[in-house]
């Protein structure tokens, strides 16, 4: 039997903070909205359509994540569609939202005037795959793959070869 696909790509903006809370059996579940923009031509104008998608992160990294996906906040996700049903009132409910598989933070808010400390830009992904080599520093909320040196020790630059640049 042929495998099915279910895979889900979507980058957008954050409309509201995220929510973490806990299963009966412990278990972290961090929910949050994801809206997308669509451009669409009506008439003889483009305009912008949002779209909403729910989002469940479960386990650490919903928990460690939930401080960051805050309102405004960029992010690419990888996921999977979930449909859950159930019955209320009588009736036949469902709702289809998407499991979050992977996540890469990837810009600050809109309004880039907030206190704190700043993933904007850092690229950070849930896999634990991280991109670049060598030491990271902080700079200014972005990341340089600079050789860092601790600033007790001053940095010694010692090549073997003339560099022409």
Do not use: H
Request: proline residues 4%; glycine residues 12%.
């Amino acid at each position: 039997m042929a495998e099915d696909i279910n895979k889900v790509m979507l980058v957008g903006r954050l409309p509201r903070d995220a929510e973490l809370s806990y299963t009966n059996s412990g278990i972290a579940l961090c929910k949050f909205s994801l809206a997308v923009n669509r451009r669409k031509k009506q008439g003889d104008q483009w305009i912008d359509e949002g779209n909403f998608f729910e989002l469940n992160l479960w386990g650490r990294r919903g928990e460690n994540l939930n401080s960051y996906l805050t309102k405004g906040v960029q992010v690419a996700i990888e996921g999977q569609l979930r449909q859950e049903r159930w019955e209320q009132d009588g009736r036949n409910r469902s709702k289809v939202s998407i499991e979050v598989v992977n996540i890469q933070l990837l810009g600050g808010r809109r309004d880039d005037n907030r206190q704190g400390p700043s993933p904007g830009n850092s690229n950070r992904s849930s896999g634990g795959n991280r991109q670049g080599s060598g030491n990271r520093k902080q700079q200014g909320g972005r990341n340089s793959y600079e050789s860092y040196t601790p600033p007790s020790q001053p940095r010694q630059d010692n090549y073997e070869d003339d560099i022409p640049f």
